[in-house]
């Protein structure tokens, strides 16, 4: 199953009082535990048990309560205040996530009647209600998507405008596409990237929570560098085990050296194609950036992973002058 799927745990329970959920699987870039969702709602009263790979959960009727998150988590946080709306009392979350897609679901869930505060901050508090009623409500833009495509134009040394996005989301990307080199304009909801001088200089950066540098663009970033001027460092500080692209992009001809949870890239003239494997979300679109400025045919195999965060990555690149396409299986 897809990791999001957790997410139905909390609204059904609070709903109808009962769930039965199969644990996630999603990307396998590191542990990432689904142990602070059960914690926070077996403190707001519900009963679980995990057997035979299912999360089965009971509750007469979630109650409020004070939860401080151990780490910082994005479903965690996602999950809990969604179990909370319909919970009878006040849930304050701690160490709250303040990624926008949090804030997002906070303002869905107040346009149908949910009382939230504190969405992107550290601490959300939640008023519990008896019911929701529907709503019509946009959702946010993909910020991720959004940037997936900026480091494609700013690999190709190419031009691209990106519509229906939000650049003030973006800034810790941006500023990193700039550091490599890149012109970037932004108006209220449009990106332009153009690279003047070609050819990306490499960069140093860091991942953490928003605000900054997120672990989702880690990858790109690295196959950036793969073909940058220069040497650069890119540390990956929120997931373990998440740079399983690096062995794939060196198989293309990549000079990237790992030393724990930091890659040293320093950028070659030209990769070579190679026959690749996907291994998870981000990496498989790292993977097609690098085939983008290859020589040769690169085919990328296992694309199921790309198409759970992409929609027809392919047509979107062909549409901005890319040679590529999608073989049946």
């Keep these: 199953t897809m990791r999001a799927s957790i997410l139905v745990l909390g609204p059904l329970l609070s ?4 769930a039965v959920v199969s644990l996630p699987g999603g990307c396998a870039i590191g542990s990432r535990p689904v142990n602070l969702h059960l914690q926070g709602l077996t403190a707001m009263g519900a009963d679980i048990r995990v057997e035979n790979g299912y999360i089965h959960a009971t509750a007469d009727r979630l109650r409020g309560v004070d939860l401080v998150m151990d780490m910082v988590t994005v479903t965690g946080t996602e999950n809990l205040m969604m179990a909370a709306t319909l919970a009878k009392g006040r849930t304050t979350i701690k160490n709250a996530a303040r990624e926008p897609e949090v804030v997002d679901l906070a303002d869905c869930l107040t346009a149908m009647g949910a009382i939230i505060h504190g969405a992107g901050t550290d601490t959300i508090e ?3 209600v008896s019911a929701l009623d529907g709503a019509n409500y946009n ?3 993909d910020r991720i998507e959004t940037g997936t495509y900026l480091v494609a134009a700013a690999m190709t040394g190419g031009t691209v405008k990106v519509k229906g996005t939000r650049p003030e ?3 810790a990307v941006i500023a990193k596409l700039a550091e490599a080199g890149a012109h970037v304009e932004t108006g209220e909801d449009w990106i332009r990237l153009s690279m003047p001088d070609g050819r990306p200089r490499a960069v140093n950066l ?3 929570p928003y605000p900054g540098f997120p672990t989702d663009m880690q990858a790109q970033f690295t196959a950036l560098n793969c073909i940058a001027a ?3 460092m890119i540390t990956e500080a929120v997931f373990e085990n998440r740079f399983m692209h690096v062995l794939e992009l060196q198989r293309m001809g990549a000079n990237v050296q790992l030393e724990g949870n930091t890659a040293i890239t320093t950028g070659v003239n030209q990769l070579t194609s190679a ?3 996907a291994t998870d979300l981000r990496a498989s679109a790292s993977l097609v950036l690098a085939g983008l400025v290859a020589s040769g045919a690169t085919e990328v195999d296992r694309i199921y992973h790309i ?3 992409y929609e027809t990555i392919e047509e979107k690149l062909a549409q901005l002058g890319a040679q590529i396409r999608r073989v049946p299986s």
């Design 15 to 18: 709903k109808y009082g009962e």
């Design 126 to 128: 939640i008023e519990g």
């Design 139 to 141: 959702i946010l833009p």
């Design 169 to 171: 989301l973006l800034q």
């Design 206 to 208: 860091h991942t953490s």
């Design 230 to 232: 220069g040497t650069g």
């Design 275 to 277: 026959p690749l494997m």
């Design 307 to 309: 198409d759970r965060g």
